[in-house]
């Protein structure tokens, strides 16, 4: 179902889209690849899709070319970095080729027949399932009491500041899967542009540098932790730790250390939104 929800991504155009889910779905399959090859150990997963691309599981059944290609798409910030660039609300659907998302599916299909030859059993970890969770208590406005205010949001889209220009297409096209009931679709567009309109609330209201509301290639992302903490990093900005002896391929992020000064983005926006965000996001 995924393969083909991703070819009908493709067929209209919207790859940015189709390339955050095929993105998060290499994740996911690397996921459970080293947990397959760990008795399903979940205290030695790795946090980040980098040190999971590292890892000695993947090295091992991809071989060093697939690896190479595969890191170089979506792994450490030298690269193409394609998953951070869309998850984090970068890119718009015209700076990206859908023909990186067929590249990454059909590698994610080229490794079908090796899993099968492998000794090990390679199983899928479950599905979070949120119908019981505490959201299924609230009581949100349903899509048929919004749709009367449909145009007004279109509207806002084009004409409020904080919807960063050239980036209506995506909002709109979220839209478009809200009313559609695809919710799944609406969350992987509209969260990373969310995220990327508060960033330049950020960098606005905290006189950052303009570079901060950037990719770069070698400086770590403005991402919503540093975004949404009670204060400014000491330097402004996140640097790379290359660790002693290992090199730029296992690059961490850092802080180099927390300044006394307020982030003025909690005055901006006001506790009722800054704790939603903080729900959404971080806690």
Known sequence: KNGLDLYLLISQNQSVLSLSIVTSLIERFLQDLFLSRTNNNTKLLPRKLN????NEHASSIFGPDRLFMLRTLVGPLHGLNLRN???????????????????????ILSIVPILDKQEFTYTT??????????????????????????????QLFKRSSFFL?????????????????Q?????????PQLEHSIRRV??????????MTTAESDVLYTTIDIILAPTLPASG???????????????????????????????ELGDAIMNLLLDIYIW
């Open 202 to 211: 950020y960098v606005m209201v905290n006189r950052c540098p303009e570079r």
């Open 85 to 107: 660039l869309c998850w984090h609300g970068f890119v718009k659907n015209h700076e990206v080729s859908s023909i990186y998302t067929s590249l990454i599916l059909l590698f």
């Open 51 to 54: 040190e999971l691309l590292l």
């Open 165 to 181: 220009p050239g980036h209506e297409t995506l909002w709109n096209s979220a839209l478009e899967y809200y009313f559609s009931g």
């Open 183 to 191: 919710d799944y679709f609406f969350q992987a567009l509209a969260l």
């Open 237 to 267: 900005e996140r640097e790379i730790k290359i660790i002693p002896n290992k090199g730029q391929e296992e690059a961490e992020a850092t802080v180099s250390g927390w300044s006394n000064l307020k982030n003025k983005i909690y005055e």
């Open 125 to 154: 970890a479950p599905l979070l399932d949120l119908s019981s969770s505490f959201l299924s208590y609230l009581q949100p406005y349903s899509r048929d009491q919004l749709q009367d205010g449909r145009q007004v949001i279109q």
